[in-house]
Antibody, heavy 120, light 110 residues
């Protein structure tokens, strides 16, 4: 079964750091770009970041550039999102998703999400 | 990057057809045939319904169809059913090599 499982969320103070992980199974992980999408409570979806299958290409929305870093370990079938200098507005449910297409713009497999709450 | 514009809500009766619009700019929707649509139930992860403007992933009902004209994409659901009641989001690839989502549309089946 094709599956994505996120972990690493939690309650963190403003200015703090968290690393999210997304473990993939059921498909050839290195063949697919991967994406992080977030959803603030009661709000819509927001694309955050993407990484190519080989890891050589990384992409970010403007609001997280310089604070978030996406990476992947294809030997572990895992994609990561390192989040530094966290702000209250980063509070959201963070989903990882598999990119169906090239360029990475359609996400066909989603995890269940991991919640990040930034608050003092 | 500004969000794509969707109506906040649409409604229809069972059996009817509805259309949800998604308006962007010449840097996203108007530039590429890379528009997707997602269905999301409360408390659940989104589900891909349409990609590349009009393609349906395997397993998605052919009652769902997509189209595009200029800077506006559209999702049409025909033969509306109770289970179609959900939130719908469009997204588009952009000239900045990012992806932008719409604000979402709540579909109510009357």
């Amino acid at each position: 079964e094709v599956q994505l499982l996120e972990s690493g969320g939690g309650l963190i103070q403003p200015g703090g750091s968290l690393r999210l992980s997304c473990a993939a199974s059921g498909f050839t992980f290195s063949n697919y770009a991967m994406t992080w999408v977030r959803q603030a409570p009661g709000k819509g979806l927001e694309w955050v970041s993407a990484i190519s299958g080989g890891g050589g290409g990384t992409y970010y929305t403007d609001s997280v550039k310089g604070r978030f870093t996406i990476s992947r370990d294809n030997s572990k079938n895992t994609v990561y999102l390192q989040m530094n200098s966290l702000r209250a507005e980063d509070t959201a449910l963070y989903y990882c998703a598999r990119d169906l297409t090239v360029p990475p713009e359609a996400f066909d497999i989603w995890g269940q999400g991991t919640m990040v709450t930034v608050s003092s | 990057q500004s969000a794509l514009t969707q109506p906040a809500s649409v409604s229809g009766s069972p059996g009817q057809s509805i259309t949800i619009s998604c308006t962007g700019t010449s840097s996203d929707v108007g530039r590429y045939n890379y528009v997707s649509w997602y269905q999301q139930y409360p408390g659940k992860a989104p589900k891909l319904m349409i990609y590349d403007v009009s393609n349906r992933p395997s397993g998605v009902s052919n009652r769902f169809s997509g189209s595009k004209s200029g800077n506006t994409a559209s999702l049409t659901i025909s033969g509306l059913q109770d289970e179609d009641e959900a939130d719908y989001y469009c997204s588009s690839y952009t000239s900045s090599t990012t992806v932008v989502f719409g604000g979402g549309t709540k579909l109510t089946v009357l």
